[in-house]
């Protein structure tokens, strides 16, 4: 067991495009993910379906259902629901060109690729998953997540007035935030800012690396600054649990800042973010105006922007005045400018952000220099063979002449055509066919690294994402309620105390877990510190991560090759419930 529980540090960081120990070297061993690999799992995993059962259901295991104590031999989901009220009281920013909507949909390359019927089904497996669809139905109300993913995710904003009271999702008071800075001593620039903007320009009145005195920030905000906590969820249970909610939807990072100006001032100029934004309006009244995108390059941007000279902009396309209860989201790359407006006192508003650093480009990133690299170290020699002789006498720009191309298709144009310009010509065409041979063969490799690709993305996701904000009737099957729980035996019932907070990944020849369990709730804060297990515990630990509310599994059926090992399965376990990922029940709790 003690070889279970150790604990190794990453190899290196999680955004870097692969394993430290494989960059630029063409000789390095087959790639996490490659075909050597894969065929490894399967035959771990068939290793144990021929000595723990017919394969289904976690190779083979008994499934116990917590809400009914019967058993299952196929894989279970819970069923779950999501507002489907009428969203006729949202506003919404339409294109003029709306006859192509319908087509641009139909197309692969549209921005959003995100399937919510798929999604509903892969996340429909907890009681956790209800909750946390609930916590984004309350954001989005009257519109539902499934008509919000389809209709306004990644694609245009959305403005739900409520003409409330009061927020509808209280997690943020002026109260809490003075507390937090009287209480607490938080630093210029890392906790939070202080801000103005004076005839369109911003102007920060941080002192860098200092810490703020209360009397300072409010001094400040009485003279019209505005004050931005970057961080409300290191102070706000209520924040953390909400942003812990909302990661388990998306499936990537979530973060928060909060933003508290006085009546009649601006705190940040024109600009737009690299995030999905929803700002949630929590007390007085901010307006904002809201413009688009101004090219195509600048849609779903993967860096924030500069600021705008307010009067270089064009017509907003939303000019909005958000109460408290309103809710407005803004897709990454439009640009906005919101002031307090000067009759209704202070405005306080929550802005929960996702997507950062979350796209194709960033999976890509991770999946095309380790293509390339299985690409070079293949045994055909052919992207290791020397560059065509003289090929810089026909290619860069001093010899394009990709002109002669269209003259050659005009038979009196090419008659003007001198001799070398043809043979130069025919060249460039011959060297373009040799790259895109070859360019295929990266591409080959790439479709080979696909789980590669997402077992990194879920490291950076491991690595960003805050710890899981358990109830207490989570935690008292966590290990910190170890005496009461009683001993691990064969016939303990385990779990994964929260879905998608731990993954399996193969490094090797080794089977390694990364987990969000001892995670900050400051952003990259702690270095990832995942657990390394021997490559034979793999379909262990997958059917134990698989393995989520309302169901449980059994230690003695957990599936161990080549034999049924069960000193091995209660020492894997152990080492995730040392960990305070895994939840434990003994049989005679399960009523």
């Avoid at 394969?55 to 031999?73: H, L, P, Q, W």
């Avoid at 669809?133 to 954001?139: A, E, F, H, P, R």
């Avoid at 953390?240 to 601006?266: D, I, R």
């Amino acid at each position: 067991a003690a070889k279970k529980r150790q604990k190794k540090k990453a190899k290196s960081n999680p955004n870097s495009s692969g394993p430290a120990a494989n960059k630029g070297n063409s000789s390095a061993e087959p790639l996490i993910g490659s075909e050597p690999l894969a065929s490894k799992k399967k035959q771990l995993w068939d290793d144990s379906d021929d000595d723990g059962g017919d394969g289904e259901s976690f190779g083979g295991a008994d499934v116990f259902n917590e809400s009914t104590a019967t058993t299952a031999t196929t894989k279970t989901t819970a069923n779950t629901s999501t507002t489907t009220s009428s969203a006729a009281s949202a506003e919404t920013f339409d294109d003029d060109d709306k006859d192509d909507k319908d087509e641009d949909e139909d197309d692969d390359s549209s921005h959003s690729s995100y399937d919510s019927t798929l999604d509903d089904e892969m996340l429909a497996n907890s009681d956790f998953t209800s909750q946390a669809l609930d916590v984004l139905s309350t954001i989005l109300h009257p519109v539902s997540p499934s008509s919000f993913f389809s209709d306004y995710f990644e694609k245009k904003p959305l403005h739900i007035p409520r003409n409330l009271d009061a927020a509808s999702l209280p997690l943020l008071s002026k109260a809490d935030v003075e507390n937090y800075i009287r209480k607490h001593s938080l630093s210029y620039g890392v906790d939070l800012n202080v801000t103005n903007v004076v005839d369109g320009v911003r102007r920060t009145l941080d002192v860098p690396g200092a810490v703020a005195e209360s009397s300072d920030v409010w001094s400040n905000f009485s003279s019209g600054c505005s004050v931005r906590l970057l961080c409300p969820q290191k102070y706000s249970d209520s924040v953390w649990e909400a942003l812990s909610a909302l990661e388990h939807v998306f499936h990537c990072m979530v973060g928060s800042n909060a933003y508290l100006t006085p009546k009649g001032a601006q705190g940040f100029a024109p600009h737009y973010d690299d995030v999905d934004v929803f700002i949630l309006q929590q007390e007085g009244k901010k307006r904002w105006r809201v413009y688009e995108p101004e090219s195509g390059r600048e849609t779903l941007p993967r860096s924030l922007s500069q600021d705008y000279d307010p009067s270089a902009l064009k017509p907003p396309v939303m000019d909005v005045v958000l109460g408290p209860g309103d809710m407005l989201y803004l897709p990454r790359g439009w640009i906005h400018q919101a002031v307090t407006t000067r009759d209704a006192g202070h405005s306080l508003h929550l802005t929960v952000s996702c997507m950062m650093g979350w796209s194709w480009c960033d999976y890509l990133e991770h999946v095309l220099p380790a293509a390339m690299r299985e690409a070079f170290a293949a045994e055909d020699p052919t992207l290791r063979g020397g560059m065509p002789r003289g090929f810089l006498g026909y290619m860069g720009v001093q010899n394009d002449n990709d002109f002669v191309l269209k003259s050659l298709k005009d038979e009196e144009a090419a008659a003007t055509v001198s001799p070398k310009d043809k043979e130069t010509s025919g060249l460039r065409t011959a060297f373009r066919k040799s790259l895109k041979s070859r360019l295929d063969r990266v591409v080959k490799e790439a479709m080979k690294l696909v789980d590669y690709g997402a077992d990194e993305m879920s490291k950076v996701f491991m690595s960003d994402r805050l710890p899981p904000c358990f109830s207490d009737a989570e935690k008292a099957m966590l290990s910190d309620n170890r005496e009461a729980n009683g001993e691990i035996c064969a016939e303990t019932l385990v779990r994964l105390a929260r879905p998608g907070i731990a993954r399996l990944v193969l490094e090797g020849d080794k089977a390694v877990v990364y987990h969000c369990g001892d995670n900050s709730r400051v952003y990259r804060e702690q270095e990832l510190s995942p657990l390394e297990f021997e490559a034979d515990d793999a379909p262990t630990i997958e059917a134990i991560l698989q393995c989520v509310a309302p169901m449980w599994i059994k230690v003695n059926d957990l599936p161990h090759p080549p034999a049924e090992d069960l000193d091995d399965k209660v020492g894997v376990v152990e080492a995730l419930y040392d960990e305070g990922i895994l939840a434990i029940s003994q049989p005679q709790w399960i009523k």
